[in-house]
Every structure is written in C-alpha cells, then in structure tokens.
T-cell receptor
Framework: QKEVEQDPGPLSVPEGAIVSLNCTYS??????FMWYRQYSRKGPELLMY????GNKEDGRFTAQVDKSSKYISLFIRDSQPSDSATYLC??????????????FGAGTQVVVTP | DTGVSQNPRHKITKRGQNVTFRCDPI?????LYWYRQTLGQGPEFLTY????????KSRLLSDRFSAERPKGSFSTLEIQRTEQGDSAMYLC?????????????FGQGTRLTVV
C-alpha cells in the first residue's frame, strides 16, 4: 500500500463550479502538506503549503488538513478552464533529513469545461 | 529567469548509451533534489544534496545512476547503460533548508526516452 493515496480521476467539472480534491495518507510523521499543479509535460508548480492541521486560503484556493483522519483536501472556487491540469498532493516529515523530501500522491487530473 | 532550470528539456537515446542531465537551482537554495516521474504517477524521490554533500539516495537509484553537485551549485545526474525502463521525466527541485521550511520548487524537467 502506498503511503499517499490520491484518486487519479479524471474529474470533470463545468466552469464556475467548485473543484474538490483530496488525499489520504498512512504515515503519521507527515507534518507538512503541499498541493502542486502540473500542466502536461511541465514541472509541478507549488500552489499551497500548510503545516499540521487546519485551513489555509489563498485567493480561489483553500487547503484543509485533518491529521486525526490523515486526510487533506484542496478546494478550487470559481473554476476556470485554465485550472485544467493534474493536481498532486505531497507531504513530508519534520526531521531535518525529511524536510523537502516529498512523498507524492499519483495526481488527480482535473478538466474544467467551458 | 530566477527559477530552477533543467537542461536538456528532452533527450532521446539508444539503449546502452550514457546520458547526463543538468540542474541549476534557485541561487540561494542550499538543498537540491532529484525526482523521477513516470506517466500517470507522482514524482518519486531519487536523491538529495545539502550544499555539495549527497545526504540520501533512494533504493530506486541503481548503481547505473550517479549524481553530483560540485561546489554546492548546479547538479548533474548521469545514467549509464540506459535501459528502456529509465524512460521518464527527471525533475529537479531546490529549497532553502531552515526549520519549518519544506517549500520545494521544481524545474520543468528533462524528459528521457530510451529507444
């Protein structure tokens, strides 16, 4: 079983809808949680970064972390066709050697239709 | 461009040949990571450097793979005697190591095709 599980999709939504993405994980040592956006044949782009549990909002993006359930979410409000991409969750631990050494989910492909 | 830079962007090679990729991190970042990504999967950790020291290598990194980061600046990843299974996107990321910071920024990757 993988340490980080993420539904690969594709997830298709109409323009303007809320996109809801999530990941589950098994390693309780994970404390840092990130969401990356990756367009086809490009490198991952960091969208959101959170530490431990709680919510974080940045523009149309909201990230939530529930450590008790080992479950993280990303919500995209007022989705646009330009949001069509693969969204990767990633996480790491708190020890010096684990910072930045990320464990990724497989990515969810999102398609926003006009 | 002050982001992470990777060269070449694409590489096609014949099986058995050696290939070398280069990564130039964000200038003030002291950590540099290499990841590999295959189609439909998330990136998988290969190795990382803090300054010029290579601190960890994944089990995924066979003896045919070697990485260097001379003088703690750019890094190279070499694959010897390439195999078709080495076909993947090779991603480099960098970060500034300090407590509480795990923000890693990725380059655009080098896509390797072994024929």
């Amino acid at each position: 079983q993988k340490e980080v599980e993420q539904d690969p999709g594709p997830l298709s939504v109409p323009e303007g809808a809320i996109v809801s993405l999530n990941c589950t994980y098994s390693n309780s040592a994970f404390q840092y949680f990130m969401w990356y956006r990756q367009y086809s044949r490009k490198g991952p782009e960091l969208l959101m970064y959170t530490y431990s549990s709680g919510n974080k909002e940045d523009g149309r993006f909201t990230a939530q972390v529930d450590k008790s359930s080992k479950y993280i979410s990303l919500f995209i409000r007022d989705s646009q066709p330009s949001d069509s991409a693969t969204y990767l969750c990633a996480m790491s631990g708190v020890t010096t050697d684990s910072w930045g050494k990320l464990q990724f989910g497989a990515g969810t492909q999102v398609v926003v239709t006009p | 461009d002050t982001g992470v830079s990777q060269n070449p962007r694409h590489k096609i090679t014949k099986r058995g040949q050696n290939v070398t990729f280069r990564c130039d991190p964000i200038s003030e970042h002291n950590r540099l990571y290499w990841y590999r990504q295959t189609l439909g999967q998330g990136p998988e950790f290969l190795t990382y450097f803090q300054n010029e020291a290579q601190l960890e290598k994944s089990r995924l990194l066979s003896d045919r793979f070697s990485a260097e980061r001379p003088k703690g600046s750019f890094s190279t990843l070499e694959i010897q005697r390439t195999e078709q299974g080495d076909s993947a996107m090779y991603l480099c990321a960098s970060s500034l190591e300090r407590r509480g910071n795990t923000e890693a920024f990725f380059g655009q990757g080098t896509r390797l095709t072994v024929v």
